[in-house]
């Protein structure tokens, strides 16, 4: 493991791997399909970001007090599990529609109640891809508030669907709204509504 090409380059972990279910391989197929005519679009997704907007967030928001030997180890949340055991999911965005599909797999250690999801980490499935559909529409924003109606246990290991949509826009403030299913689309697992702001550029965070 030493030497796995992780360390040396960045492996994208929104494509399948030996952990993901068949429900969670059926439904990245369909999708991908839909990417064909470029309606939708998978979004790639690393452990350490280095894109344009990442430099950006550094540069204009960033104290560089809060970079020290620590903090340089930084890496994403979600994608800091081993293959399977964590948060397993790939995202696909339609920009038209201003609406983004999250696929996910929620492993064995996100357990809460013995048999189900911790329900923080269904907050942190629901924002992390809520936050994405406000950061495509607004670029650097942060996660003001997030509402979270959990309607029926997410069973631990199980594939579901979040759709997540940007309805409104006032000024710097983006309201995003996010249901979770089940794969059949009989279940309605919990509804929420989200409030992202875009980070002033006057402002640095402190
Ligand atoms: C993240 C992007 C970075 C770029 C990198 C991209 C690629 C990376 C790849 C993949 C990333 C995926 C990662 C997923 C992560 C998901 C995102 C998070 O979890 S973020 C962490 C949790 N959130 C916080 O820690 C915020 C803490 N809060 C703050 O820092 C401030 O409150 C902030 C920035 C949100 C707003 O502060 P102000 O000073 O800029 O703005 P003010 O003037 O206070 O508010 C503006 C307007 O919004 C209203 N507002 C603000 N907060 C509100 C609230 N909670 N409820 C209702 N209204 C609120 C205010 O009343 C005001 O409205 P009026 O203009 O007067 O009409």
């Given at each position: 493991r030493l030497f796995s090409s992780e360390k040396l380059t960045q492996r994208d972990h929104s494509l399948p791997n030996p952990s993901w279910s068949k429900d969670l391989r059926l439904l990245f197929d369909q999708f991908m399909k839909k990417c064909e005519d470029s309606s939708w679009k998978r979004l790639p997704s690393y452990k350490c970001e280095s894109s344009q907007r990442v430099q950006d967030f550094k540069t204009h928001f960033?104290?560089?007090?809060?970079?020290?030997e620590q903090t340089v180890?930084?890496?994403l949340f979600t994608r800091s599990?081993?293959?399977?055991?964590g948060f397993e999911y790939a995202m696909f965005c339609n920009d038209a529609e201003k609406r983004i599909v999250c696929l996910f797999q929620g492993g064995p250690?996100?357990?809460?109640?013995?048999?189900f999801l911790h329900g923080g980490a269904i907050a942190t499935i629901i924002d992390a891809t809520t936050g994405m559909t406000a950061l495509l529409a607004g670029g650097i924003v942060m996660t003001a508030n997030l509402n979270i109606n959990f309607k029926r246990p997410i069973p631990l290991c199980s594939t579901v669907v979040l759709n997540s949509q940007l309805d409104k826009v006032e000024g710097r403030k983006f309201f995003v709204s996010c249901n979770i299913h089940s794969v059949d689309g009989k279940t309605l697992y919990s509804e929420t509504t989200g409030l992202f702001i875009k980070l002033d550029p006057d402002k640095r965070l402190k």
């Open positions: 960033l104290d560089p007090k809060f970079m020290n180890h930084g890496q599990f081993e293959d399977g055991l250690y996100l357990q809460g109640v013995p048999g």
